[in-house]
C-alpha cells in the first residue's frame, strides 16, 4: 500500500488505492460508532443505578423509586450508600395511631366527665373460626415469660411471613419462653379464608374470630387478643399487643418486664399519654362523634402500635371491658378500661411510635423496644444486621415514668 502511494502521480488513480481508504475509512466509523454507543450506555445506566432503585412493596410488587440525590452522597461517602438507600426505603411517616389533640367543630363544653354506668354491656359474644389453643402449653418448667399478640388482617401474609422470620424466631414455633399468635376476623371472601387456613396448617399460630375484619373493628380484635389470653394462656407472666408493621426487639422487652415487673402489675407500659381531648373534627382519622364518645375528655391511652402489661392486669382490663360500651378507637378503649380499673400507664423509653432509623445498630442496641411501619425487607435487613463489634450498652432503671389517667 505505501509502495503505492509513493509511487508517484499515477497511484492516485490505482482503483487499489481507493478500496483501501474505503476499508480505513469503514473501520474508523465503526469504531467511532461503537464508542458512541458506548458511552450512551453508560450514562443510560447511571442514571438508572443513581437516579432509581428498585424496591420490594410491602404488598410484594417492585417498584422503581426515584433517589433524593442530596441524600445520597456516592461519590463522597462511597461506604456509607447501603445505609443511605436503606434509609430511603422507609416509607412516608405514618402518624402515630391515635393522636389527641384539639378539638373542633363540635362544642362539647357541656358533656360529661362521668362514664355511663353500663353492666355486662359490652360481651365479648363471637366464635373462634381458627383457634390453636395449646399454644401456651408446653415448655419447660421456667414457663412462659410473654405472650405476644399481633392485630393483623388477611393480605398480610408477607409481613407476618416476615415477623415469623426474623424477631419472632426467638419463639423457636411457640416452643420457648416468648409466645405468640396473630389476630384476624371474619372474611365473606372464600378464597382469603381458604389462604389463611392453609397458612395456619403451616404454622398453627392463628387466632380468628367472626366479628368482621375492618378498621372500624379494632377495638373487637383488641378485646379478643385480652379475652383469649386470659382464657387460654393466664399463666404467662406477661402480655403484648401490638401490630403486624412493628419491629420488636424481644431481648430488650424480657429486661423490661423483668425490672419493672411491679409497677406492670397494676399498669400498662409503652409509650403513654395522659388525659387529651376527643378529636371532633369529621375530617380526621381519629374523630370520634359526641354520640360515639359522650365525654369531654379521654383519661389517656397508651399507643396501640404495642403496649405490655402483666397477666394479672390483662385478665382484669378483660373482665372490665364486659362493663364498657364499645369505642372504635382500640387504644382509646383500653384506656378507658384502665381508668375504670384505677389503674395507670407506664411511659417506658424504648416504645417508639414511629420508624427507627435503621442506621448505627440502633435496632440491636438497649434502647429500642419498638419500631413502627417496619415493611418485611427492611425487616429482614435488620435482622441479618451484624451489630456483635457495637459495644454493647446497658439500659438504665429509671427509663420509664407515670402517667396517671385523668379525666378532669
Ligand atoms: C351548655 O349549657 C348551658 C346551661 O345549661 C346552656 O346555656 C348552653 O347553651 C349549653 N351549651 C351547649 C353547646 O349545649
Ligand atoms: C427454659 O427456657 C428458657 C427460655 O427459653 C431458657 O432460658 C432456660 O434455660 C430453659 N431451662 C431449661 C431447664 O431448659
Ligand atoms: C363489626 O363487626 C360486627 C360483627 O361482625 C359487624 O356487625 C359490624 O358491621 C362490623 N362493623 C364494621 C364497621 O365493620
Ligand atoms: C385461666 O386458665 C385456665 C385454663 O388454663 C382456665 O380454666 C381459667 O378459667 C382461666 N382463668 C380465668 C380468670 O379466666
Not at 95 to 118: A, F, H, I, R, Y
Not at 174 to 189: E, K, M
Not at 384 to 407: E, G, L, N, Q
Request: with cysteine; hydrophobic share 35%; aromatic share 12%.
Amino acid at each position: 500500500m505505501r509502495r503505492s502511494i509513493s509511487s508517484g502521480k499515477d497511484s492516485l488513480f490505482d482503483p487499489a488505492f481507493y478500496g483501501v481508504i474505503k476499508v480505513r475509512v469503514f473501520f474508523l466509523f465503526l469504531l467511532l460508532f461503537s464508542m458512541f454507543i458506548t458511552v450512551r450506555l453508560y450514562r443510560a445506566s447511571k442514571d438508572i443505578l443513581s437516579d432509581t432503585v428498585q424496591v420490594s412493596t410491602e404488598d410484594g410488587f417492585l417498584k422503581l423509586i426515584k433517589i433524593d440525590k442530596s441524600k445520597v452522597k456516592y461519590k463522597t461517602h462511597k461506604k456509607n450508600v447501603h445505609r443511605d438507600v436503606m434509609e430511603f426505603f422507609v416509607p412516608p411517616r405514618v402518624p402515630p395511631q391515635q393522636k389527641v389533640g384539639p378539638s373542633d367543630v363540635e362544642d362539647d363544653s357541656n358533656l360529661s366527665t362521668e362514664l355511663p354506668q353500663c353492666r355486662s354491656c359490652f360481651e365479648h359474644k363471637f366464635e373462634y373460626v381458627i383457634n390453636n389453643e395449646n399454644i401456651c402449653d408446653g415448655g419447660n418448667e421456667s414457663g412462659v415469660d410473654i405472650l405476644i399478640l399481633i392485630s393483623t388482617t388477611f393480605r398480610n401474609k408477607l409481613k407476618r411471613d416476615a415477623i415469623r422470620e426474623t424477631w419472632l424466631s426467638v419463639s423457636q414455633e411457640n416452643t420457648q419462653n416468648i409466645r405468640y399468635a396473630f389476630l384476624l376476623g371474619f372474611t365473606p371472601d372464600l378464597h382469603l379464608q381458604q389462604q389463611l387456613e392453609l397458612e395456619n396448617i403451616e404454622y398453627r399460630d392463628i387466632i380468628q374470630e367472626d366479628f368482621i375484619d375492618s378498621y372500624r373493628n379494632l377495638t373487637h380484635k383488641t378485646v379478643m387478643a385480652f379475652k383469649w389470653a386470659t382464657t387460654f394462656c393466664n399463666h404467662s407472666r406477661f402480655f403484648m399487643k401490638t401490630d403486624d408493621d412493628m419491629y420488636v426487639n424481644t431481648r430488650n422487652l424480657l429486661e423490661i418486664v423483668a425490672t419493672h415487673n411491679s409497677d406492670l402489675q397494676t399498669s400498662v407500659g409503652g409509650t403513654c399519654m395522659g388525659r387529651g381531648k376527643p378529636h371532633r373534627n369529621q375530617h380526621s382519622k381519629y374523630y370520634a362523634s359526641v354520640e360515639s364518645y359522650p365525654l369531654q375528655h379521654y383519661p389517656g391511652f397508651c399507643s396501640g402500635t404495642g403496649y405490655i402489661t402483666s397477666m394479672n392486669a390483662a385478665v382484669q382490663i378483660y373482665e372490665m371491658s364486659k362493663n364498657i360500651k364499645f369505642f372504635h378507637l382500640e387504644d382509646v378503649y383500653i384506656g378507658l378500661c384502665v381508668w375504670k380499673l384505677g389503674m395507670r400507664f407506664l411511659t417506658i423509653r424504648g416504645f417508639s411510635i414511629e420508624q427507627v432509623k435503621p442506621r448505627d445498630c440502633h435496632y440491636k442496641n438497649s434502647k429500642m423496644v419498638t419500631s413502627h411501619g417496619v415493611p418485611p425487607n427492611l425487616m429482614r435487613g435488620i435482622w441479618k444486621m451484624d451489630c456483635t463489634k457495637h459495644k454493647v450498652t446497658h439500659r438504665s432503671h429509671d427509663d420509664a415514668h407515670i402517667v396517671v389517667p385523668s379525666m378532669t
